[in-house]
């Protein structure tokens, strides 16, 4: 029988296939295939020292890991196109996929390391720290974990804003926007920031037609660059059928977002984090706190 090892790291360790002794450490002449787009910004962060040679459709930041091949998306791999790169190492994001391809991989001899981690702000400091065990810089890993915290204390000190609600829109279909509702991590963006999401009631992210709009009445959007492109621009959005029945629509409030820097939970995220603050404030026509140092 063939050994290899799957590891599940973050909070413990979960073994999903037969171990090889040791933890692996990188080393620079081994081919690395980077799997997560919080995966590989925190791989570039710590600027570890591995050979990336390709990373799947998710990983889009640094410019440096998106001009790499590309192994498909991130939940729907196979096993096939992972190992046309000849892989030695797969680091992933837990929820890569499926569970059969990565066994598959680990059964050929390639090694594969899932960092899991739950979708929420205090998991990102414990996903770095996972990184850099992986990748042999633990030391820059314990560094940029507390600087992270740091941000993100300071974000959670500020005072409370006034009542004021929002909508998060992720993506346009049709004629009606896709609003972000509980369970998501643009919920945790607009909680964190101090903004009511004013579709929490709803789970996921769903069409919200006129009449919601009109009865949630939002007073400011938040909208992902990619979603605000994809609907045609600002003039688009005020046009979004039961928008202009909307306090944001009345007086144009809106926030344009990097959703991929905010809501990957990933080393950007409490910087953007503090900016979206900021630009609240400012919205809102409050003297800036959330002032962000280097």
């Not at 903004?195 to 009865?215: D, I, K, P, T």
């Amino acid at each position: 029988m063939t050994s290899y090892y799957i590891k599940t790291r973050l909070l413990g360790i979960a073994v999903l296939g037969w171990l090889l002794a040791g933890t692996p450490l990188a080393h620079a002449n081994e081919r690395w295939v980077v799997l997560g787009g919080d995966i590989a910004e925190t791989v570039a962060a710590l600027e570890a020292n591995i050979n990336v040679i390709a990373r799947d459709d998710t990983v889009v930041y640094p410019t440096s890991m998106a001009a790499l091949p590309s192994v498909g998306y991130l939940r729907q791999l196979s096993a096939e196109s992972v190992l046309s790169v000849k892989p030695d190492q797969v680091l992933a994001a837990g929820h890569a996929g499926p569970k059969e391809v990565l066994e598959q991989l680990g059964a050929v001899g390639v090694s594969v390391e899932l960092i899991s981690a739950p979708p929420t702000l205090n998991a990102i400091a414990d996903k770095v720290r996972a990184v850099g065990q992986v990748t042999d810089r633990r030391d820059a890993a314990e560094a940029l974990a507390n600087a992270l915290n740091a941000k993100l204390d300071r974000l959670a000190s500020l005072s409370a804003l006034p009542p004021t609600r929002a909508m998060f829109i992720m993506q346009h279909s049709g004629l009606t926007p896709r609003a972000a509702g509980s369970d998501t991590a643009a919920h945790t963006a607009l909680e964190a920031v101090g903004l009511a999401n004013a579709f929490a009631e709803m789970q996921g992210y769903h069409s919200v037609g006129a009449e919601a709009l009109a009865r949630q009445a939002p007073e400011i959007v938040v909208v992902s660059e990619r979603g605000l492109a994809a609907m045609g621009g600002e003039a688009a959005l005020w046009q979004l059928p039961g928008m202009a029945l909307t306090p944001a629509g009345r007086a144009r409030q809106f926030i344009v977002i990097n959703d991929q820097a905010l809501l990957g939970f990933g080393p950007r995220a409490p910087d953007q984090l503090l900016t979206l603050r900021q630009d609240v404030e400012a919205l809102l026509g409050i003297t800036a706190t959330a002032l962000i140092s280097p």
